[in-house]
């Protein structure tokens, strides 16, 4: 006789009739269930099913659209992905704010800012302080760079649109861009060895060009910089008897990046673009006015983490940058070249093996209309060239397309401008004021440098066309003394083009003027990136 089987197996064993079964026992129903699966019986439903399956799945092919098919298959794919992808993230940014990847780590933000706050009077409102979570904050001390879309208002990009069209003069019978898209300019011609088509600093205190000056100034951009430097915490803190504590702007410039293959490389800004000591804190706002798509080139280069990096000095004496400047500066051109390396621009040249560094933490965003990175002093960063293959499309018809962006720099009122030998419009007009700090300079002698945050000074405000009259002053003795710079400046372009000939002869290994092989195809290649 057969023996009977043991209750349902999803009861306990305290609960099975069964209980006193031996191991025995166990393994003989654990047998006897494995012999029953693979009965006549269960056999024949096994294949029905597989039958069933190899039907349904030919009924899918055929009467489904195979794009549809696909469609279906990579979002399961890229579900299954999400989540070990998001581990590898930043961490989720405050409540309200999207992350948006758009390649490899370069997230930038979608932050939402109450209307409000991009009001004149937000300095008073509690819920317009704090924006930055602290994921954020970290992110950016960690990195040196962080982004956001949603920051500028539509009103504050449309003002900027139109002051930057109105400064260059552009209008349509000249050519227009297309909806979000670049400037296109007809029957204009390639200039060799200009980085940007269009260079115009101090913008903010051109009183008709208001734009400038509202997204400079007023907007929410010193609101976030001030965060990032901490100086809402360090404010909260100081003693009632002490000054209150101020973000100024200290170099605004808008640019207009064309086809010319010509580029800076790798640098962190001078005393020409960032006129204060090495030991000042300062951030750099850098605000697409275009679409700057990936694909194109023509947008902004950072390397992360680049501020914290082990050769960080090294690339400091390599370019001269301010970290060098000896006490009170230099004394007259020959010295300031005779100490200042091989020049801010000229990292890839000069040594190879630390632009490869540099170049390996290499982050570019895809940055549509009014996206703002913002980023520490001392990241080295660098324009990328257009797409040489547009470029050399554009360059046949006789056209240009222009990527404009506006940078404003910012640093805390105590920073002191540089002393010595120098092209500073403020420190020319009057010398005195090198080794001076900012909120000395304004109280002294006007709003060379305006208050931001806080909140703006009126008074200040006010007086800005004062400083234009005096920006135009000091602009002819800065020309001069450019002059003075000017064959030390050549001098430093003939041996970085030698450097790179000597190279392309090395590589291609015989003199490239004789030789028409790859040594040759070298050089051009070379000149076509704005390397000769």
Known sequence: MPRERSPTRSNSRSSSIDSSRSDDDEQSYQEENGMDFFSMA??????????????????????????????????????????????????????????????????????????????????????????????????????????????????????????????????????????????????????????????????????????????ALKSLLPQMAAELMGMNESSSLQESSKDEESLRLIRDVFLAKDQDPYICGWHVDDTGFWPTTFDAKGINAWIAIDSIPISTGGGFALSVGSHKADWRQEAYELTGSTHTLPEGGYVDAEDMFSKRGVGTCNIKNASPGLNRKIEDAKRVYDVQRGDVILHTRWLFHRTVPIDRKRAKELDRNREKILYRRYSVRYSPGDAKLTEGFGTELSTLYNPSFGGKTLDYVNALDGPWYPKCWPNTDPSEIGAMNSIKEKLESAEIMRKERLKEMRPFLQEIGRSQRKKVLDNAKNQSGGSPKRQRGSGTTKIMEMKNKGEL
């Open 42 to 215: 269960s056999l024949v439903i096994v294949l029905k099913c597989v039958i069933f399956s190899i039907i349904a799945t030919i009924s899918i092919l055929l009467f489904t659209n195979y794009s549809d098919v696909s469609q279906i298959v990579k979002e399961v794919h890229d579900g299954f992905l999400s989540q070990p992808q998001e581990k590898a993230q930043r961490p989720s940014p405050g409540q309200g704010n999207t992350p948006i990847i758009n390649n490899d780590d370069a997230v930038i933000h979608t932050i939402h800012i109450p209307p409000q706050c991009h009001q004149s009077d937000r300095q008073n409102q509690d819920e317009c302080k704090n924006l930055l979570s602290e994921e954020m904050k970290e992110a950016f001390h960690q990195d040196g760079v962080i982004a956001f879309r949603g920051l500028l208002s539509s009103q504050e990009i449309e003002s900027l649109d139109r002051s930057s069209m109105k400064l260059m003069g552009i209008d349509a019978s000249k050519g227009l861009r297309t909806e979000e898209g670049p400037i296109k300019v007809t029957g204009a011609s390639s200039v060799s060895g200009r980085q940007f088509f269009s260079t115009h600093h101090h913008a903010i205190f051109e009183s008709e060009l208001e734009g400038f000056s509202n997204v």
